[in-house]
């Protein structure tokens, strides 16, 4: 019948190849968010922040290279095809991170909480039905 989708090998094999790469990419970018975001943690306690905090410190060019990082995880969404409205809502955090960040003192306080990309890596996994257990697999 033309136009109606046959279950082909060769189309079960493209999906799964997709699925395949989706997820490895999305592990990069959980990756990256940890880096970010959470990798250190001071024993003994919850608590933890990443490289976003360390190089904000930098005076100038600190949240500069750490708003590019989070971009660049805004661009592998796009890439992915998570839906402009939750693009948006990724621009947001990363602009949000990037203005009070930039705030002598206070803003690297903000930096150590905010964590805005572990936050659009939540938003990309919502958008895809997954959990972050699902990356492990």
């Given at each position: 019948?033309?136009?109606?989708?046959?279950?082909?090998?060769a189309?079960?094999?493209?999906?799964?190849?997709?699925?395949?790469?989706?997820?490895?990419?999305?592990?990069?970018?959980?990756?990256?968010?940890?880096?970010?975001?959470?990798?250190?943690?001071?024993?003994?306690?919850?608590?933890?922040?990443?490289?976003?905090?360390?190089?904000?410190?930098?005076?100038?060019?600190?949240?500069?290279?750490?708003?590019?990082?989070?971009?660049?995880?805004?661009?592998?969404?796009?890439?992915?095809?998570?839906?402009?409205?939750?693009?948006?809502?990724?621009l947001?955090?990363?602009?949000?991170?990037?203005?009070?960040?930039?705030?002598?003192?206070?803003?690297?306080?903000?930096?150590?909480?905010?964590?805005?990309?572990?936050?659009?890596?939540?938003?990309?996994?919502?958008?895809?039905?997954?959990?972050?257990?699902?990356?492990?697999?």
């Open positions: 019948m033309i136009g109606s989708r046959q279950n082909s090998p189309l079960d094999r493209a999906e799964q190849d997709i699925a395949i790469d989706r997820l490895a990419r999305l592990r990069r970018i959980r990756g990256l968010a940890r880096l970010m975001d959470t990798a250190l943690r001071i024993p003994g306690t919850r608590f933890s922040f990443g490289a976003d905090a360390v190089i904000g410190l930098i005076p100038g060019i600190g949240d500069f290279g750490a708003a590019a990082v989070s971009l660049f995880i805004v661009n592998e969404a796009r890439r992915l095809g998570v839906p402009n409205d939750k693009l948006l809502k990724m947001i955090n990363v602009v949000l991170d990037a203005a009070a960040g930039s705030v002598p003192v206070l803003g690297d306080v903000f930096d150590v909480y905010f964590k805005s990309n572990r936050r659009n890596l939540q938003l990309m996994l919502d958008h895809f039905g997954l959990d972050h257990a699902e990356l492990e697999r």
